[in-house]
């Protein structure tokens, strides 16, 4: 499937995929036990064919390797947080030349993955891939809202996508079970130095955007699950957040 392909059939799409080197994967759903992966039976999808039945679908896909990946509804805990995200955001940034943007703005990377972050923005004038304003290639900071489906796959190989487009300076990823933000900020040598938030007194600093977000902002009204009891022998409990 080539890239032409995967937009035309995305933007046609009721169901979200990512897109890399000719492969289109459905998105998973929060209630998925297992995290994303391809199977050899899953068959190959050419980038226009992708883009043409995503942008006909009510649908969102995302689009990897000519895999096509169907994004299910996530739980009403993620895009509670996910909305808490994108008003803190808003509030902090005021009348600033950046746009914050949820799900449904498709991002592509330089290794041709197509996806849907859960939260992105870009500072300046946004670029797009053709002349249609659906897929973004210049996000500032990308935030994926974490999930026991998703989680491994957030932290791995799709955070080695997104630090294949040059102006992404900031990776945020937002567990969903405690009050933890764990962040990534690519330094002017490359590498990506790692800080972790916890806590209700805890804030995150985004040195690209000059704005700090308060942790209880982003949990606000949100009930954590239970944590579940530790064997005999284990590490003591982490303190309640």
């Known amino acids: ?18 897109y890399y080197a ?14 994303p992966r ?5 068959k190959r999808t050419t980038l226009d064919e992708y883009l043409a ?17 169907a994004m299910a509804g996530a739980s009403f805990r993620h895009n509670l947080i996910t909305g808490n995200i994108v008003g803190e955001c808003r509030r902090e940034l005021g009348d600033r030349r950046c746009f914050v943007l949820p799900s449904d703005m498709r991002v592509r990377t330089r290794s041709t993955l ?14 797009f891939e053709g002349d249609r304003e659906d897929t973004l290639l210049n996000p500032t900071v990308v935030i994926e809202v974490l ?3 998703t989680e491994a796959y957030d932290r791995g190989d799709k955070f080695a996508h997104y630090r294949s487009i ?24 490359g590498r990506w130095l790692f800080s972790e938030s916890s806590g209700p007194e805890a804030a995150i600093a985004f040195p690209a955007l000059d704005v700090s977000l308060p942790l209880a902002g982003i949990y606000a009204n949100v009930e954590f699950p239970p944590q ?9 409990p982490l303190p309640a957040d």
Do not use: K, N, W
């Open 1 to 18: 499937m080539t890239v032409e392909e995967y937009l035309a059939a995305e933007r046609a799409s009721d169901v979200r995929h990512e």
């Open 22 to 35: 000719g492969v289109v994967r459905p998105m998973p759903s929060d209630a998925q036990s297992e995290p």
């Open 38 to 42: 391809m199977t050899a039976a899953v």
């Open 53 to 69: 039945a995503e942008r006909a679908s009510d649908i969102r896909h995302e689009y990897y390797a000519g895999v096509v990946t």
């Open 114 to 127: 197509f996806a849907y972050p859960d939260v992105v923005i870009v500072c300046g004038t946004p670029e």
């Open 147 to 149: 999930s026991e489906s």
């Open 166 to 189: 040059a102006s992404l300076t900031e990776y945020v990823l937002v567990a969903q079970d405690r009050m933890r933000v764990e962040h990534f900020v690519r330094q002017p040598d």
């Open 228 to 236: 579940p009891p530790l064997l005999p022998g284990g590490p003591e």
